[in-house]
C-alpha cells in the first residue's frame, strides 16, 4: 500500500497554523472519554499530525503513541512533544505490538481517506490495536460542513510566511479538494 505522504511538503505551514487546532477539542475528549480513564492510560492518536494533542495529553500523565504517515509532520511532533513516542505508518496498515484503552483521530483527519474500503481498514486496525472495551473517538466533517464552511477562501500573511486556501466540494461526486499555496521567507532565521 501507497503511503500517505500528501502532508510531507505542508507540514511546517500546517505546525505553525494549524497545529495547535486540535486542542480545541480537548474538553470534549475530556468530558466524553478522559473523565473515565485514569493518567497512565494507553492512548493511540491515530493521524497524530505535528503531536501538540498527544503532547498535551502525555503532560496530563497519559501514556500517548502517536501515529501518522509523513515524516516530516512527524519531525515537528517530535519537536513539539519530545517525551511521546512517534511511530511513521500509514493508518490504514499500521500494525503495533502494543493495545491502548484509547484511540484517537481529531482535527477531521480520517476525511482524507476517500473510499469506504480505506476507512473500514482504518477501523480495523484500530479495533485490532484496542483493549477489551476500548473506545475510539473520531471527528469528521460531514457533508453539511463541506457547504457551509469549506469553500471560505482562508488567508494567513505574516512578516515570513503568506498561506492561501481555496477549497471546492464537489456536490455530484462527494470529494472536498483544497488548493493550498504558500510562501515562506527564507534566510539565517528561517
Known sequence: MEKYTAYNDFAEIYNRYWGDFPLTILPILEELVLKDYPKGTRILDVCCGTGQLAGELTGQGYEV???????????????NAPQTPFIPSDARSFMLMARFNVALSTF?????????????????????????KGVFVFDMNLESGFLNRWMQPFNIVDEDAAVMTSSHYDTETKLAKAEITSFLKEGEDN
Do not use: C, I, P, W
Not at 67 to 76: F, G, P
Not at 114 to 120: A, F, M, P, Q
Open 108 to 132: 477531521d483527519s480520517l476525511n482524507h481517506l476517500l473510499t469506504l474500503e480505506d476507512l473500514e481498514m482504518v477501523f480495523a486496525n484500530v479495533f485490532r490495536q484496542l483493549e477489551t
Open 65 to 79: 503513541t502517536g501515529l501518522d504517515s509523513s515524516d516530516t509532520m512527524l519531525k515537528y511532533a517530535r519537536q
